[in-house]
T-cell receptor, first 115, second 114 residues
Framework: GAGVSQSPSNKVTEKGKDVELRCDPI?????LYWYRQSLGQGLEFLIY????????KSGLPSDRFSAERTGGSVSTLTIQRTQQEDSAVYLC?????????????FGPGTRLTVT | DQQVKQNSPSLSVQEGRISILNCDYT??????FLWYKKYPAEGPTFLIS?????DKNEDGRFTVFLNKSAKHLSLHIVPSQPGDSAVYFC?????????????FGQGTILTVHP
């Protein structure tokens, strides 16, 4: 079956503009995650959705970042008033949920460049 | 505060030999550990995991060792193949209120020479 897909694959935006990044998880996966990877760094957790529970937003770096998941499937990560430090690869992952299913399946990422 | 550290940015190995990638962690609440492999322009792919109730888990050429007292884990690849050349990330999960959140190391670039 299809894996996790993300769009766009690349996004260049001017500082101060808003951007929306989209994630389509694997069908049937109840858990969805957003991470970002800045240059030379590891993956940094941003937000986690599990079923109908309130999302874990503890990794969002500022109130300019928000995410929603509609219908328990597609998710959108929104960054308002982008700054140059927001430049990174934004990765989405999904999993079946459940503790031992720590195996998260990642999409190819969206490379965001803020000029 | 870097809770998961991979202190070797890169590792170069000859084909057929063993590759050993290391990872240290500081958070004693971590009880589930994973290794991911990442090729350029692709998302990370899951390799192997281990629960803290074990000290070893093996899957084909890949073995992960966990030393809880030292807060150290390692990934052994035997024999190494050129196709194993990639960035390897270790990750950890604490469960509880951190359920679902993985904390990643910075990655180690493995190069396997033919």
């Amino acid at each position: 079956g299809a894996g996790v897909s993300q769009s766009p694959s690349n996004k260049v935006t001017e500082k101060g503009k808003d951007v929306e990044l989209r994630c389509d998880p694997i069908s049937g996966h109840t858990a969805l995650y957003w991470y970002r990877q800045s240059l030379g760094q590891g993956l940094e957790f941003l937000i986690y959705f599990q079923g109908n529970s309130a999302p874990d937003k503890s990794g969002l770096p500022s109130d300019r970042f928000s995410a929603e998941r509609t219908g328990g499937s597609v998710s959108t990560l929104t960054i308002q008033r982008t700054q140059q430090e927001d430049s990174a690869v934004y990765l989405c992952a999904s999993s079946l949920g459940g503790r031992t299913s720590g195996e998260q399946y990642f999409g190819p990422g969206t490379r965001l460049t803020v000029t | 505060d870097q809770q998961v550290k991979q202190n070797s940015p890169s590792l170069s190995v000859q084909e057929g030999r063993i590759s050993i990638l290391n990872c240290d962690y500081t958070n004693s609440m971590f009880d589930y550990f994973l290794w991911y492999k990442k090729y350029p322009a692709e998302g990370p792919t899951f390799l192997i995991s281990i629960s803290s109730i074990k000290d070893k888990n093996e899957d084909g050429r890949f073995t992960v060792f966990l030393n809880k007292s030292a807060k150290h884990l390692s990934l052994h690849i035997v024999p190494s193949q050129p196709g194993d050349s990639a960035v390897y990330f270790c990750a950890a999960n604490a469960g509880g209120t951190s359920y679902g959140k993985l904390t990643f190391g910075q990655g180690t670039i493995l190069t396997v020479h033919p």
